[in-house]
């Protein structure tokens, strides 16, 4: 089994409850949707370079596991499967034998983090597997996307009750926040949710006020670590 690999490399998790965990990430190419490009308004995907399928290397999973144990040798590093999408199309298959692989292996050694997380963009359906655990946007109007999502994802969210999974919103406007507390509710959600502000469009200290004024359960502000420290440099 092979598959199309952007890159793969060692940092810290830059989002969400894991932010600032050693991790390795294996970003796949492929990705279908065009986040937040309108007429008026460009893409503000964080990774361009990674939509095409065919962009990348042609990789297989001996390769994968290969460079992955390369950067963790102690097999302590958590693994996020990003993109790209990594449940889009083939990349789907790979990312679930790597995930596999690596549950195997983990829990049978008694090594940290044995689930790989995956970052996925919610349009893809997600899985009661037990070797993953999700990080799944929901796109808001201000995508252009949400036509694209899988309502069916929040009820599989639901029946795999891990404490480990996350929702993440980001947010272009008031709009797409308004339009996040009716999804909220609408689904019931009772899984972690984390906001995000697209940069350069909402100030993150005005998207503090708007969450705390409606305050979701089990909700947080998520600023990406890695531009903080780093900017918009790849592969850090
Ligand atoms: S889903 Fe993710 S990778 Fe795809 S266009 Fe949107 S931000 Fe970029």
């Not at 796949?28 to 937040?36: D, E, Q, T, V, Y």
């Given at each position: ?8 490399y ?7 409850i ?9 970003r ?11 007429e008026s308004k ?85 899985t ?46 008031r ?10 509710r ?51």
């Open positions: 089994m092979f598959g199309k690999i952007h890159e793969i060692s940092s810290i998790s830059g989002e969400g894991s932010q600032g965990v050693p991790t390795v990430f294996v796949f190419a492929g990705c279908s949707l065009r986040c937040g490009k309108t460009s893409l503000w995907c964080d990774t361009p370079y990674a939509l095409g399928p065919n962009q990348g290397e042609t990789k297989t999973v001996s390769n994968i596991m290969d460079e992955i144990e390369t950067l963790d040798k102690n097999h302590g590093y958590q693994i996020l499967l990003t993109g790209g999408e990594p449940l889009e199309g083939k990349n789907r298959d790979l990312s679930i034998t790597i995930a596999q692989t690596i549950f195997s292996y983990r829990t049978k050694h008694g090594k940290p983090y044995p689930t790989s997380r995956v970052e996925t963009n919610g349009s893809e359906k997600i009661l597997d037990p070797f993953f655990i999700f990080t799944m946007d929901y796109k808001l109007p201000g995508s252009g996307m949400e036509n694209r999502m899988d309502s069916e994802n929040f009820q599989i969210l639901e029946k795999r009750h891990n404490s480990l999974d996350e929702i993440k919103f980001v947010v272009r406007d709009i797409d926040f308004e339009r996040s507390i009716e999804v909220i609408e689904q019931k959600i009772q899984t972690n949710i984390l906001y995000s502000p697209v940069h350069g469009e909402v100030d993150a200290k005005e998207l503090v006020e708007w969450i705390k004024i409606d305050n979701p359960p089990k909700c947080r502000l998520s600023l990406q670590i890695h531009k903080v420290l780093w900017g918009n440099q790849k592969g850090v």
